[in-house]
């Protein structure tokens, strides 16, 4: 099984209109977030995040990053 490097949660937010009636995004990233952590637990934590933005949210991801090949093979 692959062992999780990195795992990031990122918060992206709609932070006004342009001139042409389309959303503005702003991306918030959260790095260093625990490997061990479940999905559960992230969403809790991105939930909590956003109780304190003024803006409203349009996608909560998180990115996991993984070793595709282990070192020395």
Same mark, same amino acid.
């Given at each position: ?9 990122? #918060? ?7 001139? @042409? ?27 909590? #995040? #956003?109780? *304190? !933005?003024?803006?409203?949210? *349009? @996608?909560? !991801? ?5 070793? #595709? ?5």
């Amino acid at each position: 099984m692959e062992q999780v490097n990195d795992s990031r949660l990122i #918060l992206t937010l709609v932070t006004g209109m342009d001139e @042409y009636g389309e959303d503005i995004e702003q991306r918030r990233t959260f790095q260093n977030i625990n490997t061990n952590s479940s999905n559960e637990d992230v969403q809790a934590a991105a939930n909590a #995040l #956003l109780s *304190l !933005q003024e803006h409203p949210v *349009l @996608y909560i !991801q998180r990115s996991n990053t993984y070793d #595709l090949e282990e070192e020395g093979e």
